[in-house]
C-alpha cells in the first residue's frame, strides 16, 4: 500500500497493511517546515520513507477565524517590544472596530498569547454582529500545488475550525465560559452567523474539489470539565453535523480533533458523523485510554492518537518505544486506527533530543503496527 492509500484506508475504519503513523497532530505536515532548520530537515526526510505524513492544507487564518469564513477586511499591524512581537488585528464594522492584540517570541511558530480580546464589552459583540457576510473566495492553487508535491506519499487534509471554537477566538476563556451559561442566546446567535459563513465557504470548496480530509477543531472548549455533555449537541453537534453530512456527500472524511474529557461524550461525537477522531487522551491529560474508546465506539470510529506531544520534547527513545508500543497493542486490533501524536510541534527549532525520540516513534510504529 502507498502512504496515501494506508492512511485513507485506517480513517475509514478499514485494516492496511500496517498501522499509519501520523507525523505531527491535527494541523499536519507542512513543506514549509523544512525551512526550520537542519534536524526539521532530517526528520521530515526520515518520515517520508518510513511514516505516513497528512499535510495540513488551510486558507488564509485570519479569514478563516476573525473573518468568520467570510471576506471582511481584517488589517493586521506589527510591532516589536524587545523581544516580543505584537501583532494588532483589527475589524473594522457598521458600528466601528474591534481590536485584538496577541503576542510571540522568536521560539514560538504561533502569536496565541493575547492580550487583548475582540470582544471585551457588549459593545464589541454588537459591532462583530453588525458585519455583513461576503463570500469568502480565498485562492485554491496553493491546496492543488500540495497534491502534486505529495502525490501517493500522504494525504493533504483541510483543516476547518468549528464555530464554537471560532466563536471562542473572540472572547478571554473565562469570559467565553461564562457565555455559554448565561449568554446562551447571543452565542447562538453568533454561532448560526458563523455557521452560515461556513457553510457557503465548504460549498465553494466541494464545488472546487477541495478537500478529501477535514479536520474539525473546537469542540474542546465545551467538552468537560468546561461544559457538560448536553453542550456537545447544543454547541457542537447542531452546527457541524450538517457540514459533516454534506462533506460526506461528496465523498470527504471528517475528523474531529478534541483535546480533554471525552469520554462523556464519546458516544454523541460518534452520533455526528465523524470518520475520526483524534488524539484520544488517556489520565492525566484526557480521561480514556484507546482501549476503552475502543470498546465504547465499536468499530464506529477510527481513533488517531494517542502519544503526548510533550514526552517528544522531553522524554527517552527508549519511553518512546515503550508508549507507542502500548497505543499499538490498544488501537491496532480489526483496524480504524493511525498512530498519532497529541499535538502539532509547537516550536520553530528541534533539539537532538527531540529529533532523537520522533524518529524512535517512527520506528516503533513500524515495529509493532504490522497487521501480517
Known amino acids: 500500500m502507498t502512504s496515501r492509500e494506508r492512511t485513507l484506508t485506517a480513517l475509514r475504519g478499514g485494516q492496511p497493511d500496517r498501522v499509519p503513523i501520523q507525523l505531527f497532530g491535527s494541523t499536519g505536515c507542512s513543506v514549509a517546515m523544512e525551512g526550520y532548520g537542519e534536524n526539521f530537515r532530517r526528520l521530515l526526510s526520515y518520515a517520508r520513507q518510513n511514516a505516513d505524513m497528512m499535510h495540513g492544507w488551510h486558507a488564509p487564518l485570519g479569514q478563516c477565524y476573525a473573518g468568520m469564513y467570510s471576506g471582511v477586511e481584517i488589517q493586521k499591524r506589527i510591532e516589536k517590544e524587545g523581544e516580543v512581537t505584537l501583532t494588532k488585528r483589527i475589524i473594522e464594522t457598521p458600528r466601528g472596530p474591534i481590536t485584538q492584540v496577541s503576542e510571540s517570541d522568536a521560539d514560538t511558530t504561533s502569536d496565541y498569547k493575547l492580550r487583548k480580546h475582540f470582544i471585551e464589552s457588549e459593545d464589541d459583540f454588537e459591532k462583530l454582529m453588525s458585519i455583513q457576510f461576503s463570500p469568502y473566495r480565498p485562492d485554491l492553487g496553493g491546496y492543488f500545488d500540495l497534491r502534486k508535491i ?97 462533506i460526506h456527500a461528496a465523498g470527504g472524511l471528517a475528523i474531529l ?12 461525537i460518534v452520533a455526528t458523523g465523524y ?14 485510554t484507546l482501549a476503552e474508546a475502543r470498546e ?67 520506528d516503533a510504529g513500524r515495529k509493532y503496527g504490522d497487521y501480517h
Open 150 to 246: 505529495v502525490g501517493e506519499t500522504g494525504v493533504v487534509s483541510v483543516f476547518l475550525t468549528g464555530p464554537v471554537d471560532v466563536a471562542a477566538l473572540f472572547f478571554s476563556p473565562t469570559e467565553f465560559v461564562l457565555w455559554t451559561v448565561e449568554e446562551k442566546d447571543r452565542l447562538h446567535a453568533l454561532l448560526r452567523k458563523i455557521r452560515s459563513h461556513m457553510d457557503d465557504y465548504l460549498d465553494y470548496l466541494l464545488e472546487n474539489r477541495v478537500g478529501e480530509v477535514f479536520w474539525f477543531g473546537g469542540a474542546e472548549q465545551v467538552v468537560p470539565p468546561l461544559g457538560p455533555p448536553a453542550f456537545f449537541d447544543a454547541y457542537v453537534s447542531f452546527y457541524e453535523k450538517p457540514l459533516i453530512d454534506k
Open 257 to 268: 480533533h478534541c483535546h480533554g474529557s471525552v469520554k462523556r461524550v464519546l458516544r454523541q
Open 275 to 288: 470518520d475520526a477522531l483524534q488524539p484520544v487522551e488517556a489520565p492525566p491529560m484526557g480521561d480514556i
Open 296 to 362: 465504547m465506539t465499536e468499530g464506529n470510529i477510527a481513533l488517531v492518537g494517542n502519544i503526548q506531544v510533550g514526552e517528544m520534547y522531553r522524554s527517552t527513545p527508549e519511553k518512546i518505544d515503550a508508549l507507542c508500543r502500548e497505543a499499538i497493542e490498544q488501537g491496532k486490533p480489526g483496524g480504524g486506527f493511525i498512530l498519532g501524536i497529541t499535538s502539532s510541534y509547537y516550536s520553530s527549532s528541534m533539539d537532538d533530543r527531540t529529533l532523537a525520540n520522533y524518529i524512535a516513534y517512527i
